[in-house]
């Protein structure tokens, strides 16, 4: 028998996020200079029990009791408190399993979850607030968020502290901030973003590339804009961009110079099939790129999700 958690016991921390610099978790150093004003540890151990007493289901705290100090970790994640369910989440990750396996029952498992998938995603949306436009859950967590520019700039950080799972974003309404989008840390917390119609130009993706913090990005859809080769050239040649697997580039001005794809008939694996002549090009000027080519482990998925590129290391 293992031994009981007792009531002293912390609880156990969520996942971070990947902020390097930590901006996401607000630390409130409880302790005084002046070391006579320091708790005793009883009196931070209290300290500890009171608080999570008091945030109940609504949020997540931890204290940690040591002679000399308190140090409370206080990120506010009412929103996986409210939406995951861990009964849930193995139906998705079942359903998922089914999926992958192209087992034929795996339409019948949706349709025994699709409501109950729905009324989480309405309390989601609801809990994450006015600008939030859709979620998608993964595993039971809200892992994918629709959002307008304007309520990314205004709330963004505090929308990815209360739900702390999303990897991928698509954002809407460009035209409410424009180029100061590029500029907002926010960014520095997500690998998946998506730009899609949002009537972007050239020099928005200069902005795009002089950011700051973008160079987290692995996965970019840019899809249905008005962009040329020169944007094409920016991203290509851009060290923050290094690390891109897939960028989204069809129905721009310029077409696309991403290589053509088709299925292997042996093994039904997509794979890259044709070189584009600007893709060439590109490579001419910088290098290797290699969201120009279908990545090799997506064989079965290109575009690939972004769920799967944003866990990437």
Not at 120 to 144: F, I, M, P, Q, T
Request: net charge negative; proline share 7%.
């Amino acid at each position: 028998m293992g031994a009981q958690n007792s009531d002293d016991d912390e609880p156990s921390e969520p996942p971070r996020h990947r902020y390097r610099d930590g901006t996401r978790d607000a630390l409130v150093d409880s302790a005084s200079t002046a070391r006579d004003e320091r708790p005793s540890q009883p009196a931070a151990r209290s300290l500890s029990l009171r608080l999570r007493r008091l945030t109940g289901r609504k949020g997540w705290l931890e204290a940690k009791a040591t002679d000399r100090s308190a140090r409370v970790t206080v990120p506010v994640f009412d929103v996986e408190h409210d939406v995951y369910d861990p009964a849930f989440a193995e139906r998705m990750r079942s359903l998922d399993l089914a999926q992958s396996r192209r087992d034929p029952g795996w339409a019948a498992q949706w349709l025994a979850i699709e409501d109950e998938y729905e009324e989480r995603c309405k309390l989601a949306r609801s809990l994450l607030g006015d600008g939030v436009e859709d979620v998608a859950l993964h595993d039971g967590h809200v892992a994918e968020l629709v959002v307008t520019a304007r309520t990314l700039v205004d709330r963004g950080t505090d929308l990815l502290a209360r739900a702390p799972w999303i990897r991928h974003v698509h954002v809407t309404n460009y035209s409410e901030t424009g180029q100061s989008l590029f500029m907002n840390p926010t960014l520095r917390g997500i690998q998946s973003l998506g730009l899609r119609a949002q009537a972007l130009v050239d020099d928005d993706i200069d902005a795009l590339v002089r950011s700051p913090h973008v160079d987290g990005l692995r996965w970019l859809d840019l899809a249905e804009n008005l962009l040329t080769i020169r944007s094409f050239e920016a991203i290509a040649t851009c060290p923050a961009l290094v690390h891109l697997e897939y960028l989204g580039l069809e129905g721009n001005t310029s077409p696309s110079p991403v290589d053509a794809t088709g299925t292997d008939p042996l093994d039904g694996a997509v794979v890259s099939t044709t070189r584009t002549p600007a893709g060439r090009a590109l490579e001419e000027l910088a290098g290797e790129i290699k969201w120009l080519h279908a990545p090799a482990r997506y064989p079965h998925s290109y575009p690939p999700s972004p769920l799967d590129v944003a866990k990437s290391p």
